[in-house]
T-cell receptor, first 111, second 111 residues
């Protein structure tokens, strides 16, 4: 699986949009971008995934650049409960089932 | 809520003892995964089942570790002769297609 690079930490004011970047410059054509988050002492929570088109669900939006070498997870109206470590993971859907987590971005929502 | 459940949530054991953890996946999810997470790190893949077949094992899964999923439903992870280095959060996840859904984890402390 391709390697991802994320900033170690970010702050965002409550009520504002949180934009979390991820670089995955070695991504290959059959690899998806997944985002998970982990709130302290809980298991990781699936947020969203995409291949090349932008995706949106009730939790977040995923914007993938046209060359697919980077992506941004957007939490449109951050709340204090969004404080967590956010992991960007690149994963093939062909024969490789495991998720390879890095160290993620620690997002802190400031009241 | 019919999410992934794990028992026990916490386990304290003395070095050299055996421990067993249980994971109940989301109903009808045919894929089940075990991960281990140490403090400050992202989860690391241990092993993966599709139905009752164990299809992949990480090198992290030493011969003291064994996992089973006897009827393709719940799974157990056993650690024999525990060592202090086994202290970690053990996470279980299940999936039906692309997204993996995690349980709350079992925190193991080996004294």
């Amino acid at each position: 699986d391709a390697k991802t690079t994320q900033p170690p930490s970010m702050d965002c004011a409550e009520g504002r949009a949180a934009n979390l970047p991820c670089n995955h410059s070695t991504i290959s054509g059959n690899e998806y971008v997944y985002w998970y988050r982990q709130i302290h002492s809980q298991g990781p929570q699936y947020i969203i995934h995409g291949l090349k088109n932008n995706e949106t669900n009730e939790m977040a939006s995923l914007i993938i650049t046209e060359d697919r070498k980077s992506s941004t997870l957007i939490l449109p109206h951050a709340t204090l409960r969004d404080t967590a470590v956010y992991y960007c993971i690149v994963r093939s859907n062909f024969g490789n089932e495991k998720l390879t987590f890095g160290t993620g971005t620690r997002l802190t929502i400031i009241p | 809520d019919t999410g992934v459940s794990q028992n026990p949530r916490h386990k304290i054991t003395k070095r050299g003892q055996n421990v067993t953890f249980r994971c109940d996946p989301i109903s009808e999810h045919n894929r089940l995964y075990w991960y281990r997470q140490t403090l400050g790190q992202g989860p690391e893949f241990l092993t993966y089942f599709q139905n009752e077949a164990q299809l992949e094992k990480s090198r992290l899964l030493s011969d003291r570790f064994s996992a089973e999923r006897p009827k393709g439903s719940f799974s157990t992870l056993e650690i024999q002769r525990t060592e202090q280095g086994d202290s970690a959060m053990y996470l279980c996840a299940s999936s039906l297609d692309r997204a993996q859904y995690f349980g709350p984890g079992t925190r193991l402390t080996v004294t």
